[in-house]
Every structure is written in structure tokens, then in C-alpha cells.
């Protein structure tokens, strides 16, 4: 019934490490993102791709890939793991993609991947 | 584990009329958020409520959380076109409120502005 799941859950690594995060969503939707929550609780969006197509790309280190196998999944790898990296990283989907000045659609969110850089 | 529900889930209102969102919680809020999702830009935090009372404004945009901290309202007075778009909660699921803690996230409000 988990419309959009992440995995792993939490994930603890050492500096240097190259690892993935992977997002599905089975609500049928074109568009999914990843977003970045600060110590804040602020969520910034790094990327998000419309039917496989990679639509927004935000400012964030070369390290960070979002890769994107078919519509219902966008995984996140990211190499060389450096200790700023530690955050919380949600994927989210909507069924379709941002549109300037038209109808936006609901993003659901997945529950979260902490990650720790040790 | 807590969920937040957010109502209505769509909103239509005539510009200049005010409205009220709520976000009602299955737990204890201790941390909770208001987002709007923005063209372009993602989630934009609007803000954020942590004491049982607590009334917070930004421009046209006010914000409690009632004293029992289970339910939050946002309300807009005057509503203006750039006001519509859709609305999220998020709260902090234990009372640490660690910084590293996952939110959680309701389903959204869409609020339509009528010309």
C-alpha cells in the first residue's frame, strides 16, 4: 500500500564512501523529486525528473547523481561521501511536473532516508 | 506511528475573502511546520510552531497551534492570487525535536484564488 517508499531507511557510512538512495512510487505518477532537509526543517529540492527526463536541477555538488531506470523510480547516488552530506533526503511524487504560472500537482513524500556520515 | 491530516483537502475562495487550513494530528505535535509548494523552488517554509498557544503572522499569513498542540490552522486574510498553490504540514515526530529527525508530512491543501 506505500505509495512512495525509500530505502534504506537509515543509512550510517563512512567519508569517502560512494552510496544510493533509492526512491519508488507505484501511484502511477510523471514526476518525482528529491529534496533536502536542513537542520532548520527546511526542504530544499536538488532535482527532479518528468517521465524519466530531468527537469529541475538545482546548484549541488557534482557528487550528487539522480538516476532514473523508469518513471515510477529516481535513485539518488552519491559519490565521495563527505560529512556535510549528513541529512535527512526525502523523494517525492506528483503526477505531473511544476509548471510556471499553471496547475500544480500534490506532491506525496516518501518517509525519509537519514543519512550519517561518520 | 503519527499521521497529520490536513483539511479540506481543496480549497476555492474569492480573492479578498479569508480562509482557514487545518492540520489535525493522530499524536502529540511538537514541532510543526507549514510549507507551500512554489514553482521552481520546491517546498518553501513559511512556518514554524513549537509552543501550545502559539500564533505566528507573516504578512498576510497567520499560523496557530491550539493549546492541547494536536491541531494547527493556518489562516490567510485577504486572500490575493499569489496565495494559491498547495499548502503541506510537516511536524517533528518526537518531542526532541532532533535535527536530523524525519518530518512527517500531511497530504496538502490546494487553494484555489477566484479573480
Known amino acids: 500500500d506505500t505509495a512512495v517508499s525509500q530505502t534504506p531507511k537509515y543509512l550510517v557510512t563512512q567519508m569517502g564512501n560512494d552510496k544510493s538512495i533509492k526512491c519508488e512510487q507505484n501511484?502511477?505518477?510523471?514526476?518525482m523529486y528529491w529534496y533536502k532537509q536542513d537542520s532548520k526543517k527546511f526542504l530544499k529540492i536538488m532535482f527532479s525528473?518528468?517521465?524519466?527526463?530531468?527537469?529541475i536541477n538545482e546548484t549541488v555538488p557534482n557528487r550528487f547523481s539522480p538516476k532514473s531506470p523508469d518513471k515510477a523510480h529516481l535513485n539518488l547516488h552519491i559519490n565521495s561521501l563527505e560529512l556535510g552530506d549528513s541529512a535527512v533526503y526525502f523523494c517525492?511524487?506528483?503526477?505531473?511536473?511544476?509548471?510556471?504560472?499553471?496547475?500544480?500537482?500534490?506532491?506525496?513524500f516518501g518517509p525519509g532516508t537519514r543519512l550519517l556520515v561518520l | 506511528s503519527q499521521e497529520l491530516e490536513q483539511s479540506p483537502q481543496s480549497l476555492i475562495v474569492q480573492e479578498g475573502k479569508n480562509l482557514t487550513i487545518n492540520c489535525t494530528s493522530s499524536?502529540?505535535?511538537?514541532?510543526l511546520y507549514w510549507y507551500k509548494q512554489k514553482y521552481g523552488e520546491g517546498l518553501i517554509f513559511l512556518m514554524m510552531?513549537?509552543?501550545?498557544?502559539e500564533e505566528k503572522s507573516h504578512e498576510k499569513i497567520t499560523a496557530k497551534l491550539d493549546e492541547k498542540k494536536q491541531q494547527s490552522s493556518l489562516h490567510i486574510t485577504a486572500s490575493q492570487p499569489s496565495h494559491a498553490g498547495i499548502y503541506l504540514c510537516?511536524?517533528?515526530?518526537?518531542?526532541?525535536?532532533?535535527?536530523?529527525?524525519?518530518?512527517?508530512f500531511g497530504k496538502g491543501t490546494r487553494l484555489h484564488i477566484l479573480p
Open positions: 510537516g511536524a517533528d515526530p518526537t518531542a526532541q525535536m532532533n535535527r536530523d529527525d524525519k518530518i512527517i
Open positions: 501511484l502511477g505518477h510523471d514526476t
Open positions: 517525492a511524487s506528483s503526477q505531473g511536473p511544476f509548471r510556471a504560472g499553471g496547475y500544480q500537482e500534490t506532491q506525496y
Open positions: 525528473y518528468n517521465n524519466k527526463e530531468l527537469i
Open positions: 499524536k502529540t505535535l511538537y514541532g
Open positions: 510552531l513549537q509552543k501550545g498557544g
